[in-house]
């Protein structure tokens, strides 16, 4: 990750901003998969880790692709044939390197355009002071 600023943040506006930025992990990638083709992403993931994996075809063909995530010791955690678009959260059961790949292999002439987020984390309350109690909150 590069962090850029203009030196006015200070030290512990560096800290906030590394902090903030170390506590979720996403990824939001479109890319070109070719007729026959695979393209694998890998990510070094912390046990205990919530992750969320979204995907979408977005052109090519009848917008589907084959989707497989595997865990660091090989074992398959999610496989989908043929689809257009999905979701799969799971909690990563041990340290290491996650791999997930989509496939175009089954189709013989048309290239894809794939869209995926992948999430690594929770995402802190957009809005925190929502969960404090207000006159609103203690009228209902």
Not at 49 to 78: M, N
Request: glycine share 8%; hydrophobic share 35%.
């Amino acid at each position: 990750m590069l962090l850029r600023g203009s030196g006015t943040a200070g030290p512990w506006g560096w800290l906030t901003l590394l902090l903030v930025a170390c506590a979720v992990w996403a990824s939001e990638i479109t890319f070109e998969l070719p007729d026959n083709a695979k393209q694998c992403f890998y990510e070094e993931i912390v046990q205990g880790t919530k992750c969320t994996l979204e995907f979408q075809v977005i052109t090519g063909g009848h917008y589907d692709v084959d989707c497989l995530l595997e865990g660091p010791d090989g074992a398959v955690l999610y496989k989908e044939m043929k689809k257009q678009y999905d979701s799969f959260t799971f909690t990563a059961s041990r340290n290491g390197t996650y791999k997930f790949c989509f496939s175009n292999e089954f189709s013989t002439f048309t290239h894809k355009t794939v869209y995926f987020d992948f999430q690594v984390g929770e995402d802190p309350p957009l809005f925190p002071s929502e969960n404090r109690a207000t006159a609103l909150t203690q009228v209902k």
